[in-house]
């Protein structure tokens, strides 16, 4: 029903077993699409300022925007169907109503807060027909979407007027227009505005019909943003956001190699990574709007490498939603209005990511920035979490005490290993309340990656901290594999002798990360490839066996058996497996998994695309074991897109950069002889390349004394070549 093209991008030509999504993002605007209909669009915020309603359903989703061709005796069809073209920014549906050729380009503008619908119709006779364009505003005042001060409107152009249907508290208007302009209809107390208009094709005469719709604050805004789109032309709009994306895709391209890897590496998963979790915070499963502390920190690993002006804002802008206690907001709306709670390890990915930047980029001028707290009383003992709009204090700290802060608030249990609260990593173990062995092992990579920034004495610490903690953390281990927590009443959780006896994926992976001693972190990651790799099936379950409403352990037993965090892949965990597995020298298997778990090898024949179902172009947050093994949930919207990214980038292929020095280190892979990436470096382009014939490193031809190449801004193109990794 689909397949890829020549330059990356998906086409579907037959109905897909389920809807197959883009999702057209700008700055400001975002639009949810699927292979045959327009299903939710938004300015800013995807839950907070809907313009059109996202589905209820997203098996089945109903559409919000209706575009068909009407003939004469009052048959209508639909523009949004026929073959489909999803690209990064761009879905455009070419179909043949009526044997008239119809193509439908649909993007966002690149920073205004509108999206662009261009329609071009073309007949081989003269034809005679009528255009509709529906478009269904949301309205619901119970989810604050529109307030007094701003409203959605759409904007049609022929010629010189304007048309315009706009939705502040139901009203709608519209100014003078000449005949050639769509008219105007609007209905069900203003919830819905169509437009329409008479077309009159001559033979192979080509006609271009315009749509714009958008958010603004008020109805001069709204004109003075339509006016600037006319001004603009669509066409260059449309250039202007293939131009905004090339930008962000541009700087860091892999050329030889696998072609599976260049193509996700190269387009969908940074796309996705930036599209859905970065600027929508959305997809098909949840508008959810908001920035999620741990979550957006995770997603800005895509950037370390491309955008670290980026990455560094967003370490700012969570250090502003801590509190002075050292916890932080789960989650929040902009500026502040979110959720308090007592889940543990949100607070430890801002010293975590602080780390991965400065020693990436060498900005160690961040951690003096300046950043307030946030003010609330702390969760009495009865509260498990609060929804809030805390205050700003008045005095500052810098990132430095703030990441200080996050670590020195961590609380510990009976085996010196830190308590889980009201959650982990795993937000369904929300009732456990005991030590969380997966924590500590997380708490121990905080303490060693952040321990170089600080001043000698502070370092010494935390690396004293770090080396205490691991000796505790042996206490976890059973002679198999590592526990995953103690429940509060200190009975132990996911170990051969708990009942049941289960394994955990993350805690094996990160007592590899943490350094565990290497026989124990052997041994636990063998029994979890035995135990959790389906090796048949491309997939890695999160734990085995699932949980069970009986168990306590918190609201992951209330999922099916295999679906989502309750035993199925849990997709955000595998690059961590990958890691684990390439530390300890399994390289093999660290590139198959890596390679399996893509989408397109769930949906290279026609029985793994029946069961799998979702898109072959962006990873599922989940794939389901148990009853409906293999099939794929949760698409576009998940975190794993950017862990991925970064693991192939800078594990497998050996993407190292500190600071302004710079080598590719890659994994050893049977099938890859060479690869090469071109990365842009400011003013300055670097041809990089590793290959199993190069012996030692050299940069424009001379050696590198210690394999690293010493990063120069001086507009030339430089050219490196590196061998790769011993086994």
């Not at 700055?27 to 699409?33: D, E, S, V």
């Not at 045959?36 to 059109?52: C, E, P, Y």
């Not at 604050?217 to 250039?239: I, S, T, V």
Request: with cysteine; glycine share 8%; aromatic share 12%.
């Amino acid at each position: 029903c689909g397949g890829f093209t020549a330059d990356g991008d998906y086409c579907i030509f037959a109905p897909p077993p389920a809807p197959w999504h883009n999702l057209l993002m700008g700055q400001r605007f975002g639009t949810l699409l699927c292979e045959n209909a327009v299903l939710h669009s938004f300015s800013d915020n995807s839950q907070m300022n809907r313009i059109t309603k996202h589905p209820l359903d997203v098996h089945r989703p109903d559409g919000s925007e209706y575009y068909f061709l009407t003939d004469a005796e009052g048959h209508s069809l639909s523009l949004t169907g026929g073959t489909v073209f999803h690209r990064i920014g761009v879905t455009e549906y070419h179909s043949m109503p009526f044997s008239i050729k119809c193509k439908m380009i649909l993007f966002s503008h690149a920073s205004e807060p509108f999206g662009l619908r261009l329609i071009q119709l073309q007949s081989e006779k003269e034809a005679h027909f009528t255009l509709r364009c529906l478009i269904r505003f949301e309205r619901d005042g119970k989810t604050g979407v529109f307030t007094e001060d701003g409203f959605a409107y759409a904007a049609s152009s022929r010629q010189e007027g304007l048309s315009f249907a706009h939705l502040p508290q139901g009203e709608c208007f519209a100014p003078p227009f000449s005949e050639a302009d769509f008219p105007l209809f609007a209905f069900q107390g203003g919830s819905n505005a169509l437009f329409q208009c008479s077309v009159h094709l001559k033979p192979h005469q080509a006609e271009t019909f315009p749509l714009i719709i958008g958010f603004a604050q008020n109805r001069q805004e709204a004109h003075a943003l339509a006016g600037r789109f006319l001004h603009q032309g669509m066409q260059d709009a449309l250039q202007e956001t293939k131009r905004f994306w090339q930008e962000k895709l541009d700087k860091l391209l892999l050329f030889g190699g696998e072609s599976w890897l260049r193509l996700y590496l190269n387009r969908w998963l940074p796309y996705q990574a930036l599209c859905a979790r970065l600027y929508g915070r959305t997809g098909p499963y949840q508008a959810g709007g908001a920035f999620g502390f741990r979550d957006q920190l995770q997603d800005v690993l895509c950037c370390l490498l491309t955008n670290p002006g980026f990455a560094r804002n967003h370490l700012l802008l969570c250090a502003a939603h801590q509190y002075r206690e050292g916890d932080v907001q789960h989650w929040w709306h902009a500026p502040r209005t979110g959720v308090r709670t007592r889940i543990s390890d949100d607070k430890l990915f801002l010293p975590f990511l602080t780390a991965l930047y400065a020693e990436t980029t060498g900005d160690l001028e961040v951690l003096e920035e300046q950043i307030p707290f946030l003010v609330s009383a702390p969760l009495a003992p009865e509260e498990d979490d609060r929804y809030e709009t805390p205050h700003l204090s008045p005095e500052t700290a810098s990132l430095m005490v703030h990441c200080m802060l996050a670590m020195e608030s961590v609380a510990f249990g009976p085996h010196g290993i830190p308590l889980m609260g009201s959650g982990d990593w795993n937000d369904g173990m929300n009732t456990v309340g005991g030590e969380s062995v997966w924590l500590g092992f997380f708490l121990c990579m905080v303490y060693q990656h952040f321990a170089p920034l600080c001043d000698a004495e502070t370092a010494k610490k935390l690396r004293e901290k770090r080396s205490e903690l691991l000796k505790n953390m042996e206490k976890a281990w059973t002679g198999a594999w590592y526990l995953r927590a103690w429940y509060k009443t200190g009975e132990a959780l996911g170990g051969p002798a708990t009942n049941p006896p289960r394994t955990d994926l993350i805690s094996q992976c990160f007592a590899c990360l943490a350094g565990a001693p290497r026989d124990h972190v052997r041994t636990a990651l063998q029994h979890a490839l035995q135990q959790l790799w389906l090796k048949e099936k491309g997939m890695v379950l999160l734990l085995s066996p699932p949980f069970t409403p009986r168990e306590k352990a918190g609201y992951i037993g209330s999922y099916l058996p295999g679906v989502r965090e309750n035993g199925g892949q849990y997709t955000h965990a595998v690059p961590w497996l990958i890691m684990a597995l390439c530390r300890i020298g399994e390289y093999d298997a660290a590139w198959q998994i890596a390679r399996d778990i893509l989408p397109l090898f769930h949906t290279d024949t026609p029985e793994k695309l029946q069961r799998y179902r979702t898109e072959p172009y962006v990873l599922c947050g989940d794939v389901y074991a148990g009853e409906n093994l293999g099939r794929g949930g949760w698409s576009f919207y998940t975190g794993s897109a950017a862990w991925l990214y970064y693991v192939y980038v800078t594990v497998l292929l050996g993407f190292e950069k500190k600071g302004n020095r710079l080598r590719l280190n890659p994994c050893p892979n049977e099938t890859m002889e060479e690869f090469s990436f071109i990365w842009r470096h400011g003013s300055t382009t670097y041809h990089l390349t590793a290959s199993k014939n190069t012996l030692f490193a050299t940069l424009d031809g001379e050696r590198l004394k210690d394999g690293w190449l010493t990063l120069t801004e001086d507009g030339r193109t430089h050219e490196a070549h590196f061998p790769y990794r011993k086994n």
